[in-house]
């Protein structure tokens, strides 16, 4: 899907609000939840529908509630609910009530007894996988258990039965009794309950019989008494089972809408899979700058700003595409712009000897903090006769275009003077390892009297004042647009990209930024966006690349 389409969509789900409230279908509640399963952290997908859910509720004067889906003891854990609260806090998101699936175990319960005294569940004694092979296909319709039309009393004995414990794993199942010949397999006989005696993060041993999360999810949205119930498209199929259980217990019916689950470019967005990278040390850990994941975009330098635009550009829609990653960014940089103050940080350091500058002379350049901000005011920055300045922006033999420095060549010091190359000294491998310049005094400041012009400005730090930092900078984590696209017998790690990281351990960066506290972000001048790493220390500060200058993106919109 190219974006211009998704600028254009309209928000269906926020259409179907404004209809509901003109009928008053719900009394004129907007009521809504953020269910994540605490089985991992929450990626950039997830940012996506809080924001729906959040930003819904707060739009209509609702409310909307997070709600811990926590119906996998095997997969859960405590450490998954606490960073997905404090990532959907840092996202903005208010939330009404703390709300866990796991607290309503008992009155899910008395609903499943319900529905076998009712006639419409039953104890299956046929193993999960067998249910499975059962149910047949899209084409033939599924098997009737053998075990279905059991008596309500055995049904109950059983189920009761399955509760205490008697019955080891995977040995019966609880399931509806609906059709096994319906076109939607969802309605072939759904399995209710699996017997698991695993130790659950907040019930602990108190049950060994777990509900699904379809005979869970809609349930838990009646109990809380959810309005709208927006989800993924992936589970459009499980509606009519989300309706028939509600509509079989008589109880209050919300509504389920779907949506179309974000897809990124270069970018993997399935909690499994980023569990993976951390398992198999791919990435440092979920906090990883390169993760797609909230805490790694937080550490990385994202603002939640940045995230919440980029959510609000990309819309929703009822069909299923790809965002360029290049959208994303370009929301980091936009939002960085307005609020990031700038400064001069030297990657590649080149020694530049000013010959003609006064040695033990410090002068205290005037700089801008930030030219988008005029109340983020200025600072004074030290110049001396040594500096440091880019690799990259000395050529001994320049190529045509090229207008930085190189010898004879007049170019611009940010906030400095005017300065001419004048010579190179090389080192026994014949490199360049030092620069000779002459600086025009007149040009203080940055501009000549005599209006001469030069075709370059390079940025630079002092290096008797500059201090040394560690700089890591990140590339995407896979080198295909698809992650997912893989040789026969691959695997999405094959397509993992060497170069995701690269750490630069002496980069200069000018004295103001030795106080630097984690979290802070800030422009090097002509280099990019830097968030400061907690793994920074008072001698040893460390920067994390958060995006660059280019901006890929707005290359692309002219190009469309
Ligand atoms: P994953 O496959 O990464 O585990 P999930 O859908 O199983 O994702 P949940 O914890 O169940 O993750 O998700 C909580 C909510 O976030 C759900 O409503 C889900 O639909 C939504 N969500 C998850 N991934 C995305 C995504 N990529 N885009 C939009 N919404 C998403
Ligand atoms: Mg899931």
Redesign the pocket.
Known sequence: MTIANQATTSNFIRDKIIEDLKTNRYGGRVQTR???????Y?????????H??FGLAKEFGGQCNLRF?DTNPTKEETEYVESIMEDVRWLGGEWAGVYYASDYFGQLYEWAVQLIKAGKAYVCDLSPEQVREQRGTLTEPGKESPYRNRSVEENLDLFERMKAGEFPDGSRTLRAKIDMASPNLNLRDPIMYRILHARHHRTGDAWCIYPTYDFAHGQSDSIERITHS???L??EDHRPLYDWYIEQLGIYHPQQIE?????LTYTL??????LQLVREGHVRGWDDPRMPTICGMRRRGYTPEALRNFCARIGVSKTNGTTELSLLEYFVRDDLNRRAPRAMAVLKPLRVVIDNYPEGQTEWMEAVNNPEDASAGTRQVPFSRVLYIEQDDFRQDPPKQYFRLSPGREVRLRYGYFITCTGVVKNDRGEVSEVHCRYDPATRGGNAPDGRKVKSTIHWVSAAHAIEAEVRLYETLFTREDPNEVEEGGDFTDNLNPNSLEVISEAKIEPGLAAAAAGERFQFERLGYFAVDPDTTPGKPVFNRTVGLKDTWAKIEKRQ
């Not at 953020?34 to 991992?40: A, I, K, L, S, Y």
């Not at 929450?42 to 809080?50: E, F, N, W």
């Not at 967005?269 to 980023?274: A, W």
């Open positions: 953020f269910p994540p399963e605490p089985n991992g929450l990626h950039v997908g997830h940012a996506k529908s809080i729906l859910n889906d927006i989800c993924t992936e589970f949506f179309d689950r974000l897809n967005l399935s909690k499994r899979k980023l």
